[in-house]
């Protein structure tokens, strides 16, 4: 299995950034890494993908490192709505959600 | 554009007994998923149907789940009978063709209890 290893929790301040860190040093040349959220009691919501690339779209950014080993991603205005689970996973035909780290946004 | 609809939202039955939970995936999406999420863990994939047949049902424990999508819509999970350890949330997810690499929408799940 292509495993992603992130943080268990965070917190960030509303209106800053939020810089989400995953791990999956085994991930392989054609392996997407995607990003979903879930928010309590609803289902996961899609967020953003990549390859190889950075990415960015009107939820967030995805920072790939050049070995793709780990990525980041990056709600640069966190707001607190944003509070949920946020999941990455290496996409090897089918998602597989690990743990996710539990983002907690602050006023 | 009406999302992927799921019912009930919650269900609390007793041991041994038969529960079935209902999902309509987003017009025109060939594809529909269910997923398992127990308390604290993310969701784990139970079966996936292109159209009407299930093209992977390898994490589906057949021998007290069932699932169904006769005409390629709406789909159908029962459990019979029900366990303690089935108390979990279960996601129906809907893609346009099931590629690999594509978006899949949740619903939001039908929480299961029970006692």
């Known amino acids: 299995d292509a495993k992603t290893t992130q943080p268990p929790s965070m917190d960030c301040a509303e209106g800053r950034a939020a810089n989400l860190p995953c791990n999956h040093s085994?991930?392989?040349?054609?392996?997407?890494v995607y990003w979903y959220r879930q928010i309590h009691s609803q289902g996961p919501q899609y967020i953003i993908h990549?390859?190889?690339n950075n990415e960015t779209n009107e939820m967030a950014s995805l920072i790939i490192t050049e070995d793709r080993k780990s990525s980041t991603l990056i709600l640069p205005h966190a707001t607190l709505r944003d509070t949920a689970v946020y999941y990455c996973?290496?996409?090897?035909?089918?998602?597989?959600f690990g743990a996710g780290t539990q983002v907690v946004v602050t006023p | 554009e009406a999302g992927v609809v799921q019912s009930p939202r919650y269900k609390i039955i007793e041991k041994k007994q038969p529960v079935a939970f209902w999902c309509n995936p987003i017009?025109?999406?060939?594809?529909l998923y269910w997923y398992r999420q127990n308390l604290g863990q993310g969701p784990e994939l139970l079966i996936r149907?292109?159209?009407?047949?299930?093209?992977?049902d390898s994490q589906l424990p057949k021998d007290r789940f069932s699932a169904e999508r006769l005409k390629g819509v709406d789909s159908t999970l029962k459990i019979q009978p029900a366990e303690l350890g089935d108390s979990a949330v279960y996601l129906c997810?809907?893609?346009?063709?099931?590629?690999?690499?594509?978006?899949?929408?949740f619903g939001p799940g039908t929480r299961l209890l029970v006692l």
């Open positions: 996973i290496v996409l090897r035909g089918k998602l597989q």
């Open positions: 017009s025109g999406h060939n594809t």
């Open positions: 085994t991930i392989s040349g054609n392996e997407y």
């Open positions: 997810a809907s893609s346009p063709r099931g590629l690999e690499e594509e978006t899949q929408y």
């Open positions: 149907y292109e159209n009407e047949e299930a093209v992977d």
């Open positions: 990549g390859l190889k």
